[in-house]
């Protein structure tokens, strides 16, 4: 019978679109139902047949058979005059079943139907898309670049879906091109406008710990655990790690030899630095841990508040606060504790004077400044020279030379 084209229609859901068979029965026989039941008012006396593998269908309506003066509904019932010109042995009382065409609906009623099964099947795809990568939030997919845009990239998987990695998800000094092949982990699925929208992310500490899974089979099988990572996307990262069994080192199993392993992660991250510690319950020792490659002399602590003081040589000071204050930033979220660092009373020059003193000449927001560097003396800061502390801290070359000034007159 006239199939309207739908044969190529139900070859592209069917190798296309993902769908399983018995939904797409299903699917079909509810929109070949919808057209009956506008043009004859019931769909209950019809028999739709489906040949999804063919690409075609048949619809038979079921009609009684009764007198030509008791014809009340054509569409259940049938004249005896009528069904004698079908076949001449039918008799009042039974049934006849006889094909309808496309034809008898109207060119309308055709466009509408497909129009409607198009439709059905679309959110049927797009609803499968969002189920599908609703199960996936925290795995790494690999993707193919299909556009850049100022604020996001657009991606496709390998079936065609549409992905998106925004510029905040985005390692700074990632750089991608059409046609590259990146990988990111799933982060966020939702609907708008009836439409699933995935957004992906290279930022997330997620995809730093899906890449130790993947790079270290004893975090995959479970002989490792990732117990935090905390990050600077691009920049530096610190990831604590624990095993149950005594045998296994996790560090030593993280690095791999010669850093075979964390070599691919490293790659991965664009050179971003990474700090494998292991993790203990004693927070001492794991602040010392997470303030590597610092040596500290001591640490004071206060458990109530969350606070660190920790302790070193003047040589320290530096190592431990990092690159514009990076390295205790991630030590302070890695352990819990706000961490401030202090030269070691023992080292110090009897002569110094903490900064503390100069509370009336500096203003409290630049002595903070200088001491978020571990300057906490004025010698401390007299050992730095002015374009040091420029970039080390956000004070202005002019405030700084007030500051030195100040400091070298109380030595003069």
């Not at 509810?30 to 004859?40: A, E, H, I, P, R």
């Not at 100022?150 to 510029?167: C, F, H, T």
């Not at 990988?183 to 992906?200: C, D, G, Y």
């Not at 010392?288 to 302790?311: C, G, H, M, T």
Request: with cysteine.
């Amino acid at each position: 019978m006239e199939n309207i084209n739908l044969i190529d229609t139900f070859s592209e859901f069917k190798e296309l679109k993902n769908i399983d068979r018995a939904t797409m029965m299903s699917v079909l026989e509810d929109v070949f139902k919808s057209m009956l039941l506008k043009k004859y008012g019931t769909d209950e006396n019809f028999d739709i047949i489906i040949n999804i593998d063919k690409g075609d269908f048949e619809i038979w309506r079921n009609r009684e058979v009764v007198n030509d003066d008791d014809l009340e509904d054509e569409n259940i019932q049938i004249s005896l005059t009528d069904a004698k010109k079908i076949d001449e042995d039918y008799e009042v009382g039974e049934d006849v079943t006889d094909e309808v065409t496309l034809h008898d609906f109207g060119r309308r009623a055709i466009l509408s139907l497909r129009q409607n099964l198009t439709s059905r099947i679309l959110d049927l795809e797009k609803n499968n898309v969002y189920h599908k990568y609703k199960d996936r939030i925290g795995d790494i997919v690999t993707s193919e670049v299909y556009q850049v845009w100022k604020r996001e990239i657009l991606v496709l998987d390998d079936e065609g879906n549409e992905l998106l990695l925004p510029k905040t998800e985005q390692i700074p000094s990632d750089y991608f091109h059409k046609g590259d092949i990146i990988r990111a982990v799933v982060v966020q699925v939702e609907m708008r406008n009836n439409t699933p929208v995935i957004i992906l992310s290279r930022t997330s500490p997620l995809f730093l710990e899906r890449l130790f899974e993947l790079e270290v089979p004893e975090i995959f099988d479970g002989l490792i655990t990732i117990k935090k990572i905390v990050r600077v996307p691009g920049e530096r990262a610190k990831v604590a790690v624990e095993s149950y069994d005594e045998r296994i080192d996790p560090v030593g199993a993280c690095v791999g030899m010669k850093g075979s392993r964390i070599h691919g992660i490293v790659r991965e991250l664009k050179n971003e630095n990474i700090d494998v510690i292991n993790f203990t319950n004693n927070i001492q020792l794991y602040i010392q841990r997470s303030l590597n490659p610092a040596k500290i002399s001591s640490i004071k602590l206060d458990q109530d508040e969350n606070k660190a003081d920790v302790f070193l040589k003047p040589n320290e000071v530096s190592l431990a606060i990092g690159k514009g204050g990076l390295n205790i930033r991630l030590a302070s979220q890695l352990t819990g504790y706000e961490i401030d660092v202090y030269r070691d009373s023992e080292e110090e020059d009897d002569e110094d004077v903490t900064l503390e003193e100069f509370a009336d000449e500096i203003e409290g927001w630049i002595l903070d400044e200088l001491k978020t560097i571990g300057c906490d003396t004025a010698k401390s800061v007299l050992e730095l020279s002015v374009a040091d502390l420029v970039k080390r801290t956000d004070l202005e070359e002019e405030t700084i030379q007030e500051v030195i000034n100040i400091l070298k007159a109380e030595f003069e």
